[in-house]
């Protein structure tokens, strides 16, 4: 009896494999017109005066007065970032161990949604809920409480609260997947041997969470060190941040020097790609854990 033949494999041609990477080709014109050239320009200004190498922009970059608004910035990251950790995995959890599906749905909406809002119309929301004619501000005094003069919007504790709108929302969609990681069945073995809910998360908890929260204030610090537009809105040169300082050195405000701002930025990116390196690196190794 005849047997039919399977037809021959055929290996798939370079035409084939040339089409598909040709499909990504508008990716790559994209990455390279819009990241990697204007980072190769920013090098070459920060390392060039009058067409001569040099390095006395990075020193410049250096002075005190550059150094305080880069402890500025880190300060107000590390603040929010901090602080985004501990009540983004809070309401994170409490969103996770909500009954209602759409409920659950709603929130984690809500949070993709206000992450994504920022910038100016961000700063002007705030100037109108909390400024110093703002509404809350009048309902507070209405009621015998003054916000002012001893809090601010337009200070470096109102872009704390600032921040911390788009950073909240960020953190719980960043630790959503951890919490939904923490099996149901290490809770109930750890309460049979006699532990307690403290020492539960203490103990078991924490440390399966640690990865995941490390990685989240990484990314936090680097979203609130970048930040730009709702600080320059809210504030303008009141607080001495470093992102106001390199637009006030383009604007030419006071001092006309882009290649000190330029400097500037690449120090600035070398702390942010550390923060997001580290944030990959984190992500990476406990994915291969769990595995």
């Known amino acids: ?27 790559f014109l994209f990455g390279l017109a819009f990241e990697l050239l204007p980072l190769l320009t920013v090098v070459r200004s920060s390392l060039t005066s009058k067409g001569a190498l040099t390095g006395q922009f990075y020193v410049q970059a250096l002075d005190p007065i550059f150094l305080r608004a880069f402890a500025n910035s880190l300060k107000l990251s590390a603040t929010t970032a901090g602080l985004g950790v501990v009540f983004g995995t809070l309401v994170a959890y ?23 809002f920022g910038g100016a119309p961000l700063a002007f929301a705030f100037i109108v809920i909390l400024g110093s004619t703002g509404i809350i501000t009048l309902l507070f005094k209405e009621i015998g409480i003054s916000l002012y003069p001893g809090f601010r919007i337009y200070s470096i504790s109102g872009l704390t609260v600032a921040y911390l709108y788009f950073q909240l929302p960020l953190m719980i969609l960043l630790v959503i997947p951890a919490l939904y990681g923490l099996r149901r069945e290490w809770q109930e073995a750890a309460l049979n041997l006699g532990a307690s809910n403290f020492r539960y ?23 609130s060190f970048g930040a730009y537009a709702t600080a320059w809105t809210l504030t303008g040169s009141d607080v001495d941040l470093i992102t106001i300082r390199i637009a006030a050195l383009i604007r030419g405000e006071v001092q006309l020097a882009p290649e000190l701002a330029d400097a500037l930025s690449i120090y600035s990116l070398l702390i942010m790609t550390a923060c997001v390196g580290g944030y990959l690196w984190i992500s990476n190794r406990s994915r291969s854990l769990q595995r």
């Open 1 to 27: 009896m005849a047997t039919a033949k399977m037809p021959a494999h055929r290996p798939r041609s370079h035409t084939a494999a040339w089409t598909v990477w040709l499909g990504l080709a508008p990716f």
């Open 94 to 116: 409490a969103i996770i161990t909500t009954k209602s599906r759409f409920l659950q749905n709603a929130l984690t909406a809500l949070s993709d949604v206000t992450t994504n």
């Open 201 to 223: 998360w203490l103990e078991i908890a924490l440390p399966m969470l640690l990865p995941a929260l490390i990685s989240g204030f990484l990314l936090l610090f680097a979203n």
